[in-house]
């Protein structure tokens, strides 16, 4: 019963948030549609600069005065929210965090919209499961029912909802998470169709693979998708690192992020916003090579510094536009190259569209079935297959993780290293150690005189060290910037027992 009130509450909520971007972009486009290209053509240079800066500083504004932790919210803030137990998402920031990201897209931001809104939909999930006062298992699962829910409503694809809400917020696929789960899959669609009507994200002609002989242009796809891949994330965490070292006001950074997006845009308007518009004409062989190439670069920069600028937004519509250019300019090169046996360069779009977003989002599987349900490309899955695989591997031989978890790996949460590297960093000393005799807490601690000790910040990884390398069974733990107190003891023993059992713990979440 919650997974279907979760499914249709979130599903509201992306139709609000879509609107919202619809509301917001008219005030300078005159249009509420997602053909912003063509609106743009119309609209005096000036505005075009003037837009993103000006949305910029509102952004920066509501981020400075009202928004927790002075950032947007978004897909790697969920996977942190399963870590801890399902929980995590304040409501209201989370709200506020779609109505600024909104705002961001809506006045011409380089960004996705899905990000957003998969937060949107697991604060919503994670919100219900704080009222019924649910364990931590029910909790990380109505997480995952809003994470799917928003999927589906904003894709209309309600198989890939149910793979990403299981792939990269849950990380296994455990039976019994599978029926809430897809109940708020089809709820969130269903609303989603009855709103936008069932038509999907992009409309295609009907491609097939002309030979057998491609599949090794299909393998080198995936190959060249791997590099743009690559590329994409060093662009990403590289503004990022130079953000951070700049002294700008808070405030000031989005305008200055929007005015570089609009002088960007002059040239390039196809930068603008989500960018479905572009990927479509993509899709439908519509964009000769060298605007395949240019809009590569140019939307690769514009989506870096918008979301170095602290902009709203996510990064799955730009990795899908970056691999519908990597594909169609790989195709056109291919059809010049092999006349007789390449296919429409189309195809090969519909191809780099996936395995780009697969290798920069470390999610094939899902990905991959949102690629089929956008377009409705299934009689190209060998292929697609193919290329996901190759440009998956590569990205991740290189960078080690997906985007999502080197943000996480940034606040000190290595999830991509399994359970026992994240419980040995997260689990403190004092959450396993006993408090003190009377002797020790009425004694004054001497830290240079009474023996080794232990904070009860430490982690459980720095104390299981501090026992091998002592040879202590119990060591005495003091408080952080206090260390002349005795506020608790740790054992050896206990230490390993608390370990263990929360590993049996989540194995046995991951298998039920």
Known sequence: MLAIFIGALVA???????EAIGLVQFAWLGTRSERVVSAAASVPWYVIVAAPAIGGLAVGLLLQHIQPMQRTYSVADVIEARVKGGRGL??????SSALITALSLGSGASAGREGPVVHLGATIGETLGRLFNLPDSAHRILLACGVASAVSA?????????LFAHEVILGHYALSAISPIAISAVIGTLLSRLWFGDVAAFVIPNYHITSYWEFPAFALLGLTSAAVAILFQFALIGTEWVARNIAFPLWFRPVIGGLAVGLIALAFPDILGVGYETTDAALKDQLPLAMLLALLVAKTAATAITLA???GGGIFSPSLYLGAMTGGAFGLIAASVFPELAS???????????????AVLGAPFSTTM???ELTGGYALSIALLLSVSIATGLTQAVHRKSYFHWQLAM??????????????????VRDFMDPPSKQDANRVFNPGEDGPYLHDTDTLESALKSFDSCGEDTLPVVR????????????HVKGLRYFNAALIKANREEHH
């Open 12 to 18: 509201l909520a992306a139709i609000l948030f879509r």
């Open 90 to 95: 304040a409501f209201w920031p989370g709200i």
């Open 154 to 162: 904003s894709f209309n694809a309600p198989i890939a909802g149910v």
């Open 309 to 311: 600028s602290r902009f």
């Open 344 to 358: 429409s360069e189309g195809l090969y779009a519909i191809l780099g569209m996936g395995a780009v977003a697969a």
């Open 370 to 372: 949102i690629v089929f």
């Open 411 to 428: 606040r000190g949460y290595f999830v991509n290293e399994g359970v026992h590297r994240f419980l040995s960093e997260t689990v403190k």
């Open 480 to 491: 952080m910037g206090d260390a002349t107190q005795i506020i608790g003891t740790a054992r």
